[in-house]
């Protein structure tokens, strides 16, 4: 550890003394305890950022960039940041802002913030706490949470300044002017706090690395950066890497052991290694486990099964999934695409017959759809075949929950889709797209289709709730 002038030590301990004895946790099993800095968290990122100061006592450092993994307690601190600068480095007319991609993800450290304030009388006694503002009464500091919006953000000029999960910022721009309004800021602080990103490119990797027009962030004096994961050259697959790269004691081996066994390996790399993947995020399933699945469907007609569609009638494609699960909870299932020949729009009543046909020849208990590009056929199905088809719209969420089970599935192996062409091409088709609510499929490039993959991903989580439910057997009320 570098050594630290007295003057740096006293400003450091200020923020983990306020921790300990004003603020509490609210989450998870630690709710109602102290917020007490573990010693990696002191000496890797409170003591260097808030002891590190020249001969009159001014902080070096005026940004931040720190990488962890997740669940690593990264929107914890970044709230006792916050909150020091609220109550302790108090700023006259200060302003201090949680900034992120968009409202839920700056939502969360505010959020945060709010309850340690509300939980403590003495904090909550000397504010006034707002649905989106908390303003401090005798300093008129205020803080607020921003999502992404350069231009909104043009008029603030905070004196403290969290970016949340910065791998998901599209554009420099937001960081920028902030840095901009903070430049007036006697003791300003910007600190990022962030998880690898999806791919070797992006606003964080050139924070990190340096790009066109951009200076790497570890390269300026006046930066603090504190990257903790597995470097290129360890082996992602090595326990010992797993542990170096999780500095938090509440991170077991086992955990990380279960999360390795789950996930697919760039997404464990870079969710729980903090590593970039070396060559992007491409294909969201890797062909040697979709092949591995190639087992002839077993289809009991007197068993249920869910149809899931993905539709479009333009130049894209249109597919149908049924899925059903059987005793052992292997999901067997069968595809149908509908292509556009000749640029020509998907025939209608081609996908409208094949959906009555299934719907009579199998126990399809539930048929679920996005409505666009089909609410007149769903409205057909009901008025003319008496085919009940339940909205399933592919918001950033729902498809994020659909991918989790996806991804569950073909990880343990529990599919069997018969080794079809067209669902294979289609699945091997499917990219990542990072949202919000963790990552949905996307294409690899725009002329590829997905549309299989994307029906597949519903019928599934559709098809396994409905699985999970059965199994449990009868519930019995408690009053």
Not at 82 to 110: C, D, K, P, T, W
Not at 359 to 382: A, G, I, K, S
Not at 383 to 407: C, H, I, W
Not at 449 to 462: P, R
Request: net charge neutral; aromatic share 10%; hydrophobic share 40%.
């Amino acid at each position: 550890m570098p050594r630290y002038g007295k003057t740096g030590l006293i400003y450091a301990q200020r923020v983990r003394d306020f921790g300990e004895r004003f603020v509490v946790h609210k989450k998870d099993r630690w709710a109602g305890l102290p917020f007490v800095l573990e010693q990696w968290q002191w000496e890797r990122i409170i003591l260097p950022i808030y002891g590190t100061v020249d001969r009159t006592g001014k902080r070096r450092y005026t940004q931040a960039l720190i990488g962890l993994p997740r669940w690593e307690g990264k929107s914890e601190v970044l709230s006792l940041m916050v909150m020091y600068h609220l109550f302790v480095e108090r700023v006259q007319e200060g302003e201090a802002y949680v900034v992120a991609s968009n409202e839920r993800q700056a939502n969360i450290v505010f959020n945060t913030v709010k309850r340690m304030i509300q939980a403590n009388p003495r904090l909550a006694a000397t504010c006034d706490i707002y649905k989106r503002e908390i303003w401090v009464k005798e300093t008129g500091c205020v803080f607020k949470a921003l999502p992404a919006d350069a231009d909104s953000a043009q008029g603030f000029h905070p004196s403290f300044c969290a970016v949340d999960e910065v791998h998901v910022h599209r554009s420099h721009a937001l960081i920028e002017a902030m840095q901009s309004g903070m430049v007036g800021r006697e003791s300003g602080l910007l600190v990022g706090i962030t998880t690898a990103g999806p791919e070797r490119r992006g606003v964080l990797w050139e924070m990190l690395h340096g790009g066109e027009g951009t200076v790497s962030w570890t390269r300026d004096r006046n930066t603090y950066v504190y990257w903790v994961g597995a470097k290129d050259g360890d082996d992602g697959h090595d326990p010992k890497v797993w542990r170096a790269a999780n500095p938090a004691s509440w991170i077991t081996d086992e955990m990380l052991k279960c999360q390795y066994e789950k996930l697919r390996f760039t997404t464990f790399e870079r969710y729980h290694l903090n590593r970039f993947p070396a060559r992007g995020v491409k294909r969201a399933f890797d062909a040697k486990a979709w092949d591995a699945m190639a087992g002839i469907p077993v289809i009991d007609l007197q068993r249920p099964c869910v149809l899931a569609a993905d539709a479009s009638f333009r130049r894209d494609t249109t597919a149908l999934v049924l899925d059903q699960v059987d005793e052992g909870g292997a999901h067997n299932v069968v595809s149908w695409i509908f292509a556009s020949e000749d640029g020509a729009p998907i025939d209608r009543e081609a996908v409208m017959a094949t959906i009555v046909e299934i719907v009579h020849t199998y126990l399809v208990e539930r048929m679920v759809c996005d409505p666009n590009y089909f609410v007149l056929e769903m409205m057909r199905l009901v008025s003319e075949f008496g085919v009940e088809v339940e909205e399933y719209p592919q918001n950033s969420m729902r498809m994020a929950k659909a991918l989790d089970v996806l991804t569950s599935l073909v990880a343990s192996r529990r599919i069997r889709h018969g080794g079809g062409a067209g669902l294979r091409e289609h699945v091997l088709n499917a990219a990542l797209k990072e949202t919000p609510y963790g990552p949905r499929l996307d294409k690899q490039t725009d002329s590829q289709k997905i549309d299989a993959a994307v029906a597949l991903a519903i019928g599934a989580t559709i098809a396994e709730a409905e699985f999970i439910d059965s199994s449990a057997g009868p519930q019995i009320a408690v009053f």
